[in-house]
């Protein structure tokens, strides 16, 4: 299973990044799958998170009404629109995968079986 993330650069603050991270060797319809981030010297967090089926969405307190996360299906791709960005939003984002991650446990990394190489996200002020 590999999972590749693009789609990160260098933004201004305010301004807007689509990531997408695409998944081969199985397909999400029946995962859970979920974006964390970590910044130089601080620890990975989570940032969103789509349930198994997709009807549920869960994010940080951080993100909530900036970032929005979608699954589709039919392309094994999970995408995170990230809006109004800030420079607290600088870090390493990673896509992962979880074949049975309940919605109390989508924030958990731990929760999660196959992660992605990450894509650098970029905000200056």
């Known amino acids: 299973v590999q999972l590749q993330a693009c789609g990160g650069g260098l933004v201004q603050a305010g301004g807007s990044l689509r990531l997408s991270c695409a998944v081969s060797g199985r397909g999400i319809s029946n995962d859970a799958m979920g974006w964390f981030r970590q910044a130089p010297g601080l620890e990975r967090e989570f940032v969103a998170a789509?349930?198994?089926?997709?009807?549920?969405?869960y994010y940080a307190h951080s993100v909530k009404g900036r970032f929005t996360i979608s699954k589709d299906n039919a392309k094994n791709t999970v995408h995170l629109q990230m809006d109004s960005l800030t420079p607290e939003d600088t870090a390493f984002y990673y896509c992962?995968?979880?074949?049975?991650?309940?919605?109390?446990?989508?924030?958990?990394?731990?929760?999660?079986?196959?992660w992605g190489q990450g894509t650098q996200v970029t905000v200056s002020s």
């Open positions: 992962a995968t979880g074949t049975r991650v309940i919605s109390s446990e989508l924030s958990h990394s731990t929760a999660y079986d196959y």
């Open positions: 789509v349930s198994r089926r997709g009807g549920y969405t």
